[in-house]
């Protein structure tokens, strides 16, 4: 795919409302001037843009929408076919899920158009096999392709037989696990990703359990640290998530709370993610798309909605991520898991948080991204309705520029008519890799 347009110069664009970030009051009839790839100016359209305007800016009149910041999905698998992703548990099971090179390549350009489809304009990629995404970023980045801002960790760092192992990130004691660490760096890894815990994609892999000792753990953040990576893991137990906070990590995936029998949230950990400022991302859509069921697939969603609103009573930092890319949550439906945070009593301007500044912070981009105001990267979502005052805007974006350039919205399509069949086919392998009988 070569789809794309060139880069903006002196564009305006005029709205309805404006909101700069998600602290900010909306701007009645607000704009925004576009110079290249960032924002020179924000605010009141007569007062801030008309006054800049020259004969040579292209105005566009957005309408009724509200823009905003574009969001991030800090949690996804761009290499992934979630219409063909199944359980995995040797490195050869892993070449049949996935298709052949050009096809995974192409297959990553369509899912990089659809999250920008859903108006999400950066994206960790927390997990992969070879160099496929990295070499992605680098045609984005290029300008060859279009797509959102990629952060990618490449394969996961992970104990033998772990999960994902088979993506070949295998390490463990303190010399391994800083080798594998290291191995990452030296790819260009902007992010480090750990298995802490077993997850239930992989057969065996003991999804509850912690993997990894503190010492380990230790030693792969301060090895990331030191040369300005940040390090995230996927915990699903409570010790997993214990450790990770205790070993300096910077986010928790999922944060589950996973236990053998469903899920079980434990205060005092909590409180130690919010005493050091440790961001969780939970990954709703998971949730969202199989209904009454979470990704812990004995477990009702009404608890894990009850760990989400004991974490937000704590003033726990919340980012957005979604997981797509595993079976059945496709990239385009970013909003899907933004109703189950809904639920635990986040809102809207909270969501819009998690979705931008805060997850720019969780990202180091604070200073980059994740804010509509001079000097900050020209990544706009324009959305249907008030973001502020409904999570439904999040889910209809009607424009979308990313560092500048205009992406063509494909709308978003419904979900197939089998999918709850195949949500259920999915619950039943998940049930049987983490050895439960039905």
């Known amino acids: 795919m070569t789809s794309m347009s060139t880069n ?19 701007i009645s009839d607000g704009g925004i001037l576009v110079s290249g790839d960032t924002i020179a100016a924000s605010g009141p359209w007569f007062t801030t843009i008309v006054p800049l305007l020259t004969p040579t800016t292209t105005v566009t009149d957005l309408g009724a929408v509200t823009i905003v910041p574009g969001f991030f999905d800090c949690h996804v698998h761009v290499s992934f076919d979630p219409m063909r992703m199944k359980m995995n548990s040797s490195r050869d099971e892993l070449s049949d899920a996935q298709t052949k090179e050009k ?56 104990v033998f ?29 902007e992010v480090i990703k750990v298995m802490s815990t077993g997850g239930f994609m992989t057969a065996g892999s003991h999804p509850s359990e912690a993997r990894y000792s503190v010492e380990e753990l230790k030693a792969i953040a301060d090895t990331a640290h030191a040369k300005g990576v940040k390090v995230t893991t996927h915990a699903l ?29 434990d205060g005092e950990v909590a409180q130690l993610i919010v005493d050091k400022g440790v961001y969780v991302c939970p990954t709703m859509n998971t ?78 981009l604070s200073e980059v991204t994740g804010k509509l105001l001079p000097g900050f990267v020209a990544d706009v979502v324009a959305v249907e309705g008030n973001p502020l005052e409904s999570i439904e805007a999040f889910a209809k974006p009607r424009f979308v520029l990313a560092r500048g350039k205009e992406h063509k919205l494909t709308p978003i399509p419904p979900l197939p008519a089998d999918h ?13 890799g983490a050895g439960f009988k039905d």
């Open 8 to 26: 903006i110069q002196n564009e305006a664009y005029r709205a309805a409302l404006l909101v700069t970030s998600s602290s900010a009051d909306p």
């Open 103 to 158: 096809e995974t390549r192409e297959l990553m350009e369509r899912n990089a158009l659809r999250l920008l489809d859903a108006g999400v304009t950066t994206v960790r990629d927390l997990a992969s096999h070879g160099m496929g995404v990295m070499e992605m970023k680098g045609r984005i980045n290029r300008g060859e392709i279009m797509g959102p801002r990629l952060m990618c960790a490449n394969a996961p760092i992970t």
């Open 161 to 189: 037989g772990g999960h994902c192992n088979a993506m070949g990130g295998e390490a463990e004691g303190v010399e391994g696990v800083t080798k594998m660490t290291q191995k990452r760096l030296d790819e260009g890894a």
């Open 237 to 265: 137990g409570g010790e997993g998530i214990r450790r990770a906070v205790v070993a300096g990590f910077d986010s928790i995936e999922h944060c589950s709370w996973s236990t053998k029998s469903g899920t079980k949230f």
């Open 287 to 364: 949730a969202c798309l199989a209904g009454e069921n979470y990704f812990c697939p004995w477990d009702h969603r009404a608890a894990i909605v009850a760990n989400l609103a004991s974490l937000r009573t704590l003033n726990a930092k919340i980012i957005m991520g979604t997981d797509n890319g595993i079976g059945h949550c496709p990239f385009e439906r970013y909003a899907d898991g933004l109703t189950a945070l809904a639920d635990a009593g986040y809102t809207p301007r909270e969501l819009l948080a998690a979705c931008t500044d805060v997850a720019a912070e969780a990202c180091g």
């Open 420 to 432: 709850k069949e195949k949500v259920e086919e999915l619950m039943a392998m998940l049930r049987k």
